[in-house]
């Protein structure tokens, strides 16, 4: 059974500093590997998407990197912005699912300092 | 303005009380699906519909209903027999080719 973890649960950095979120997931078959933010009381935005033929994804500040084999994934966010406060989630969606379903993680609440 | 509506956005219910979230989508999307959001769980699938008058249980759909009468319309009832159905609804639609995954603003369901 595939399951996702994102460590650590909560996170809390000044503003201007580089970091690095995580996502590991137990099962290398998957299709892609999708990050999202989620901004309080609101839904999800997609950041990045990431096919399992990709090593990694660009856009903006964000950089999102994908091991397979190693079933690990990343997230860079370059010179952290207070605005970049939100919890961030990876979603894998398995190869064996044809329906587009995705699994979870339960997230990395981020806060950025001024 | 392109994208995923629901609606309402907040929602108080009397036990007993069947109630229906909308998603709405204008993205011409087929897949449809529903997610339940609770703190510290992540989020879980409830129902999905890759195609109009088709749909299928996720991992939760005990409790739930769901109908796809239109490609643009895919709303949720959370029926009395729901245990514990306060919770954030989520609704999303599948990108076609990258199959990516878009979501609405969600409907927070109280219980009261």
Redesign the interface.
Known sequence: KQE?TQIPAALSVPEGENLVLNCSFTDSAI??L?W?RQDP??????LL?I?SSQREQTSGRLNASLDKSSGRSTLYIAASQPGDSATY?C?V?PTSSN????I????TTLQVKP | DGG?T?SPKYLFRKEGQNVTLSCEQNLNHD?M?WYRQDP????R?IY?S?IVNDF?K?DIAEGYSVSREKKESFPLTVTSAQKNPTAFY?C?T?GEG?????????S?LTVL
Do not use: D, P
């Open positions: 996702v299709y892609n999708q999202f009381g609101k839904g999800l935005t997609s998407l096919q989630l979603a969606r329906t587009g379903k995705l979870f993680g339960q997230g | 995923i629901q897949a699906y510290g769980q992540g989020l699938l999905y890759q299928q996720g989520l999303a599948k990258t199959g990516e995954l878009f979501f609405g603003e969600g927070r």
